[in-house]
């Protein structure tokens, strides 16, 4: 097993759940019964079934469909430093399509792991996250997970079966890695740059303004940055 890190992005709330949906999302990992007034809530990108050119892989629709099960109630960190505890929590994921950015060898909407989190109002520097997130400051994301197997994008062979290198191209095509079978889901973090392209980090889900949406899509337009592979031989739980 590998763990790795991708890119992600914070974002808006179009047509995001009800209120109600979100609260008794959050309110089945709370220890008590917490209400909307209590808590900041925000939404990412987390990732994609785009290439990640930094580690040669990309996800299946069956192993989005995993992340969306497995993120749920997993920390979210700065920084992926396991040593610090959470900066918040995930409470709900689900796949989404975005025809803004189509696949470049299929032509077909990019799929995402959107993923929504909260923290508490009340806490100490719980006001200053939630400024620096919807000022643009904190934007990026990234997901570190454990996958098992993974097989080529030209044979279909399991990889460790399979002499083709990813990065090199045969008779026209890319080599890379499919992952299907994510085993887990260890953290997302908030980061200085990731590495699966397009990630955000969305604003308030109650937020209506259309004028300050789409201003936070154009400085998301303008500010994409590509983080070094990252690997790891063994989880840090």
Not at 43 to 61: A, H, K, P, T, V
Request: glycine share 8%; with cysteine.
């Amino acid at each position: 097993m590998l763990i790795t890190q991708s890119r992600g992005e914070i974002l808006d709330f179009k047509e995001s759940p009800s209120g109600e949906e979100l609260m008794a999302a959050i309110n089945r990992l709370s220890q008590k019964p917490l209400t909307e007034d209590q808590v900041y809530i925000r939404s990412m990108y987390l990732c994609s079934n785009q290439l990640c050119e930094s580690d040669g892989c990309r996800f299946s629709d069956g192993a989005l469909e995993a992340i969306c099960e497995k993120v749920v109630g997993e920390s979210v960190l700065a920084g992926h430093d396991k040593r610090s505890l959470p900066v918040a929590r995930f409470f709900k994921a689900t796949v989404v399509d975005r025809p803004d950015l189509p696949d470049p060898e299929t032509g077909h909407p990019t799929r995402w792991v959107r993923a929504w989190f909260y923290w508490l109002k009340e806490t100490q520097g719980a006001r200053d996250l939630a400024l620096n997130m919807d000022g643009g400051i904190y934007r990026e994301v990234s997901i570190s997970w454990r996958y098992r197997g993974g097989r080529c994008s030209i044979c279909d062979s399991p990889r460790h079966r399979c002499s083709h290198i990813p990065g090199e191209v045969y008779e026209g095509r890319t080599c890379y890695t499919w992952i299907d079978e994510v085993v887990d889901v260890l953290e997302g973090s908030l980061v200085y740059r990731g590495a699966d392209r397009e990630t955000a980090i969305l604003g308030d889900h109650q937020d209506t303004n259309e004028e300050r949406r789409e201003a936070g899509a154009t400085l998301r337009d303008l500010l994409l940055f590509e983080l070094p592979p990252q690997f790891e031989t063994e989880p840090n739980r």
